[in-house]
């Protein structure tokens, strides 16, 4: 895996180690390097680990997803740009974009919009659920956004009920888990990927969640179970 990761690098798509989906590094996504030497020493450390990419400034990935409702027919008319096959059975289309938006496209369910701000799974990542790789379908050259998807574009807010938390932002979801005891450490975990799930919050929050599990012992195994049972529960 590690040589694929540098490929990105070379390609100036900044990388980071995944457990699934969930970021190992300190910082999540912002720990991102395309420095070979940090790359190298990161699979030294996560041989095993998938890889998560920065799109680029100037890069807008729509990420389809199908068990959200998400399809490619929404989405139509576009140009044949670079495209993903996720390991969930979804897609990744990679796009030209100028602007700064992060967050979900209008007119439809199941579809996000990743930019710079966030990250995704790239290829030949494996889904921690599915089992099945994430794969190119294409090499075809990036394209631009097309107006009508452009348009589209609507920014993620925070809702209330996070807000609802210390922290309006999600980061007293971050602090519960921080501050959790001995004995309360899964359940308020649970709850806290729940709680950030149920308001739409994004990969980055949830990966702050891991990282504070991480910073009161737990391991990677309970924090991805953890995770998992969340979504379960949140289907």
Same mark, same amino acid.
């Given at each position: 895996?590690? @040589?694929?990761?540098? !490929? ?5 798509? *900044? ?20 420095? #070979?030497? %940090? ?7 996560? *041989? ?10 100037? %890069? !807008?990935?729509?990420? %389809?997803?199908?068990?959200? +409702? ?23 289309? =990679? ?10 496209? +209008?007119?439809?369910?199941? &579809? ?11 290829? #030949? ?30 920014? %993620?807010?925070?809702?209330?009920? &996070? ?10 979801? &971050?602090?519960? &888990? /921080?501050? !959790?005891?001995?004995? @309360? ?5 649970? =709850? ?17 969640? /891991? +990282? ?24």
């Amino acid at each position: 895996m590690v @040589e694929q990761a540098l !490929a990105y690098a070379r390609a100036n798509i *900044p990388v980071l180690p995944l457990s699934g989906k969930i970021p190992r590094t300190e910082h999540g996504k912002d720990d991102a390097t395309t420095d #070979p030497r %940090v790359i190298r020493a990161w699979w030294r450390q996560f *041989p095993d680990a998938n890889i998560g990419v920065r799109p680029p400034t100037g %890069v !807008a990935v729509l990420d %389809v997803d199908p068990r959200n +409702g998400g399809t490619l027919d929404s989405l139509r008319p576009y140009p044949e740009t670079r495209m993903a096959r996720t390991g969930s059975g979804g897609w990744h289309l =990679w796009f030209r974009f100028d602007g700064e938006s992060r967050g979900r496209l +209008g007119g439809g369910p199941g &579809v996000d919009v990743k930019t710079h701000r966030g990250y995704l799974v790239a290829p #030949p990542s494996v889904h921690p659920e599915t089992h099945q790789r994430y794969t190119w379908s294409n090499s075809a050259p990036i394209q631009p956004l097309p107006a009508h998807l452009r348009a589209r574009i609507r920014p %993620v807010h925070h809702p209330i009920r &996070v807000a609802a938390v210390p922290g309006g932002d999600g980061s007293g979801l &971050v602090k519960v &888990v /921080a501050a !959790a005891r001995e004995g @309360e450490r899964n359940n308020l975990l649970f =709850w806290s990927f729940v709680t950030a799930m149920e308001e739409g919050a994004d990969p980055q929050l949830l990966a702050d969640i /891991a +990282g504070a599990a991480r910073s009161i012992g737990l391991s990677e195994y309970e924090i991805e179970r953890t995770l998992r049972s969340a979504e379960r529960h949140r289907i």
